[in-house]
Each structure stands twice: as structure tokens, then as C-alpha cells.
């Protein structure tokens, strides 16, 4: 039994609700630009109305808001958070479904090390995340060129896809590492929710600009789209912490899997 492959098409459904879901999204909601381009002014004028904490929240940065990346960063907000939902829910799943369908005892027989179960299970994960990915870029691309009739930076609006993509793993990595320590998993949807939603949450209240300390505490700003569009790319220091962060809850993942008493 190849384990990546399987993975691959157990998912490959799941994939491709995640990718039409995103993609009407994306294109409904640059649909808007154009009125907001041809009134910017009215529309400054609104958004000055609703409180600063609501305009972060919502990912709308009144400097940059009318602009076709800085409208773009705010889209990529929303898709961000779902995409995040997606990971968490993903990396909660691969190892406790075996559990909960009562799988783990046929999957452990074969001739793989636990170790080597998890890592196909990643890369199948890695492999999802990356078709996504490409995916929501090609038709967001298509949308910008659709919708406005304006120039941009690609090399720029690509790093947002990046960021997008290394936000993805570190939730993944999140869930696999709670599912991992949690003696069972009854509802991964649920707890990702609720995980997610906490995080998102947390990082609306402490974060108020790119110079915050309060980052580092917050995933969801490490990569965040505005953040990459105000300073022009993804910054080195976050790439760093969050491939450290990955590298040590994926290493004690591994330990306490193989320590760990499977439910049969």
C-alpha cells in the first residue's frame, strides 16, 4: 500500500471542494474592485467611519485599501483564514482518523516505521497544499487582470502566495502535533475550529502594526498579506521562527507518536 498515493485520493475530493470554494471567493470578491478604484474617495471616506479595531480585523488598511495588491492583501486575508482552517482540520486528521475508523492496527502492520507512516502522510498533505495553492493563484491572477486594468509587482504578489502557503504548514504542523497529544480525537473539525478561530482572534487584539512585538506570539501575522505588501516582502526573521516552530513540533510529534499507546 502506497501511503502518499492513498492519501492523495482520499483527499483528492475534499481538495477540490477547498479549491472551488476559495476561487469563488477570490473572484466574488474582486468583482467589488473595480467600484472601489472608481470611487476610492467615498469609499476612504466610509471606512474612516468604522472603528480602527474593525478595519484590522476585517484585514482593511486604509493606505493601501484602493490599490489593486493592497485590495488584493485584503482578499487574501479572508482566503488566508480559510486556508488555515484547512491545514488545522488536515494535520488534526491524518493520524487520528486511523484511530477513529479503527484503522491504526491494519496501517502499523505494514512494513513501514511510524516515523515513516507520518512523513507520507505530510508530504501528501504538503503535495495538497501546494495544488491549492497554485490553483487560488492562477485564479486570482486571472481575477486582477479581469477586474482592473492596473499594473503590478507579480514577483510581490507571489511572495502573498508563499506566505500563504508556509502559514498553511504551520497550522498543519499545529494540528498534527494537538491531535498527536490529545489521548483522542473525536471531532478534528470541531477542535480546528475553535483552535483556529482562538488564534485568529488573539492576533486581531495584540497586532496592530508590523512593528509589534506581539507577532511572535501570533502565528497568523507571521506571514500575514498586508504585513508582506507594507514591507514589500516576507521578512526573514518569521520565516525563521516559523521553520524552527515547524521543525520542533514536528520533531516531538515524532517522539511522542512512537512512544504512544494506539487505539484499536
Request: hydrophobic residues 55%; without cysteine.
Amino acid at each position: 500500500m502506497n501511503i502518499y498515493l492513498h492519501e492523495l485520493k482520499q483527499q483528492r475530493k475534499a481538495t477540490l471542494i477547498w479549491i472551488l470554494s476559495l476561487s469563488i471567493l477570490i473572484i466574488l470578491l474582486m468583482m467589488m474592485y473595480p467600484t472601489i478604484q472608481q470611487d476610492a474617495e467615498s469609499f476612504l471616506k466610509l471606512l474612516e467611519n468604522y472603528p480602527e479595531e474593525l478595519r484590522l480585523a476585517l484585514g482593511m488598511h486604509i493606505e493601501s485599501i484602493t490599490s489593486v495588491l493592497g485590495f488584493s492583501a485584503f482578499v487574501f486575508s479572508f482566503t488566508m483564514l480559510i486556508t488555515t482552517i484547512q491545514a488545522m482540520i488536515m494535520g488534526m486528521s491524518i493520524i487520528s482518523k486511523e484511530e477513529r475508523d479503527k484503522t491504526a492496527d491494519f496501517l502499523l502492520t505494514k512494513p513501514l516505521s511510524r516515523t515513516a507512516i507520518i512523513i507520507n502522510k505530510i508530504i501528501a498533505s504538503l503535495t495538497i497544499f501546494t495544488i491549492t495553492n497554485i490553483s487560488i493563484y492562477l485564479v486570482s491572477l486571472i481575477s486582477i487582470t479581469m477586474f482592473s486594468n492596473t499594473t503590478f509587482d507579480l514577483m510581490f504578489f507571489t511572495e502573498i502566495f508563499i506566505g500563504l502557503l508556509l502559514t498553511q504548514i504551520l497550522f498543519f504542523i499545529l494540528g498534527l502535533f494537538v491531535s498527536i497529544i490529545m489521548k483522542k480525537v473525536k471531532s478534528p473539525l470541531g477542535v480546528s475550529l475553535g483552535i483556529v478561530f482562538l488564534l485568529y482572534t488573539l492576533s486581531t487584539i495584540l497586532v496592530k502594526d508590523t512593528d509589534d512585538i506581539m507577532r511572535y506570539l501570533t502565528l497568523y501575522k507571521y506571514f500575514e498579506p498586508n504585513f508582506i505588501f507594507m514591507n514589500k516582502s516576507l521578512e526573514a526573521p518569521f520565516i525563521i521562527l516559523g521553520l524552527i516552530l515547524v521543525i520542533l513540533l514536528l520533531t516531538f510529534s515524532l517522539i511522542i507518536y512512537n512512544k504512544k499507546d494506539i487505539t484499536s
